[in-house]
C-alpha cells in the first residue's frame, strides 16, 4: 500500500463495506487493503475499511446517517490513451457500472474540453467524473479528488486553492481557466477549472453559481497522515477554523471544507488496547499522539 499524506475519507451509514467491494469491482488495479472495527462511539461499532481505486488510496467507516453525500467533493478519474489503448472501451465499461441505480449529473458525451466525460452520482450517492484525457496534454494521475465551490463559497475557489497550496509542502498550481465574459450566472474572472498540487497529490476545483441545494459537508473528509505531534499542530492551526467542529481529530476549514488530522501510524495506536484507546480518542479534540500511546499500554 502506497503511503498517501492525504486520504479521502468516506463517510457511510451502515455500506461502508459493501461499497468498497463494489467499487473494487468497477476499477482495474484497486482492491480491499484492511478492514478494522471500533466499538462503543456514539454511533455505535463502527466498520473500517480501506481500499484502492486505480492505485489510490481511500478510507471509508459505517458510522450512521450524521451526513449525505453530495457532488461538492466528486472523484476525476482520467482515462488516458497514452497509458491505455482501451481508455474509451474502459470509459463506458465504468460508466455502465456506477450508473446502475445512480444519477446522471452529466450525461456521458463529447464536451468542447474533452472527446468523452461524464458526470454520475452512484448508487451509495458518491460523485465521479470520467473523462477521456488528451493524450497531449500534461499527465496526471488515473484519480484526482475535486471541490466544488459552491453557494456562500462561491468565487472562492482562486482563495480556496491558493491558501491549500501555502499551507502543503511540495505544492503548487497546474491549469487554470476562467470563466469569459457573459457567461452568467457565473462572473466574469471566477474559476472554471483548475487542478493543484498538495505535497505531490493532484486535486482540481471549480466555482458554480448555478442553485445547488448542497454545500461541503462531513461525508467526504481528507485524511492528513502527520509524522509527529509538531506535524499535528501544525495542520491543526492552519486548517481548523470552526472550533465546534474540532472532535476526534477533525476539523473544518473556513470554506467548510473537512480534514482529520491524524498521526500515520493511527491505526497501530488504536490496536493496542481498543477497549481503551477508543475512549481516549473520542474525548479528544487535537489528537495528542503521547496521551493515546499511553491509553494503549
Known amino acids: 500500500m502506497v503511503r498517501q499524506k492525504i486520504v479521502p475519507h468516506l ?4 455500506e461502508a463495506v459493501e461499497a468498497a467491494e463494489f467499487y473494487i469491482s468497477v476499477f482495474k488495479e484497486s482492491e480491499i487493503t484492511h478492514k478494522s472495527k471500533i466499538c462503543d462511539t456514539p454511533s455505535g461499532d463502527c466498520d473500517i475499511v480501506g481500499f484502492t481505486v486505480l ?6 467507516i459505517s458510522a450512521g446517517p450524521l451526513f449525505k453525500f453530495n457532488p461538492s467533493i466528486s472523484f476525476m478519474i482520467n482515462f488516458d490513451p497514452a497509458r491505455d489503448a482501451d481508455a474509451i472501451r474502459q470509459i463506458d465499461h465504468v460508466w455502465e457500472k456506477l450508473s446502475a441505480g445512480g444519477k446522471v449529473l452529466m450525461p456521458i458525451d463529447k ?37 466544488l ?4 463559497v462561491c468565487g472562492k475557489a482562486e482563495e480556496a486553492t491558493d491558501f491549500y497550496i501555502s499551507v502543503f509542502n511540495n505544492s503548487g498550481r497546474g491549469t487554470i481557466a476562467r470563466y469569459p465574459a457573459n457567461s452568467e450566472p457565473e462572473k466574469e474572472g471566477t474559476i472554471m477549472f483548475t487542478d493543484f498540487m498538495l505535497d505531490g497529490q493532484w486535486f482540481a476545483a471549480m466555482d458554480s453559481a448555478n442553485e445547488h441545494k448542497f454545500k461541503f459537508n462531513e461525508s467526504i473528509s481528507f485524511m492528513v497522515n ?3 505531534q509538531d506535524e499535528i499542530d501544525y495542520f491543526w492551526e492552519k486548517l481548523s477554523a470552526v472550533p465546534e467542529s474540532e472532535q476526534c481529530g477533525w476539523v473544518k476549514d ?15 495506536l488504536m490496536a493496542r488496547k481498543p477497549e481503551s484507546t477508543t475512549p481516549a480518542m473520542l474525548r479528544m479534540k487535537k489528537i495528542i499522539i503521547e496521551d493515546l500511546r499511553k491509553a494503549g499500554e
Not at 463517510?11 to 451502515?14: L, P, R
Not at 492505485?55 to 471509508?60: E, T
Not at 465551490?149 to 456562500?152: G, P, Q, R
Open 149 to 152: 465551490f459552491v453557494e456562500n
Open 111 to 147: 464536451y468542447p474540453f474533452s472527446e468523452r466525460y461524464g458526470w454520475i452520482q452512484d448508487k451509495y450517492g458518491v460523485s465521479w467524473q470520467l473523462i477521456y484525457t488528451n493524450p497531449e496534454g500534461e499527465e496526471r494521475p488515473h484519480v484526482i479528488p475535486s471541490l
Open 11 to 14: 463517510w457511510f451509514d451502515k
Open 55 to 60: 492505485g489510490y488510496n481511500f478510507m471509508a
Open 226 to 228: 502527520c509524522k509527529d
Open 254 to 268: 473556513k470554506y467548510g471544507v473537512s480534514w482529520q488530522i491524524i498521526p500515520e501510524n493511527m491505526e497501530d
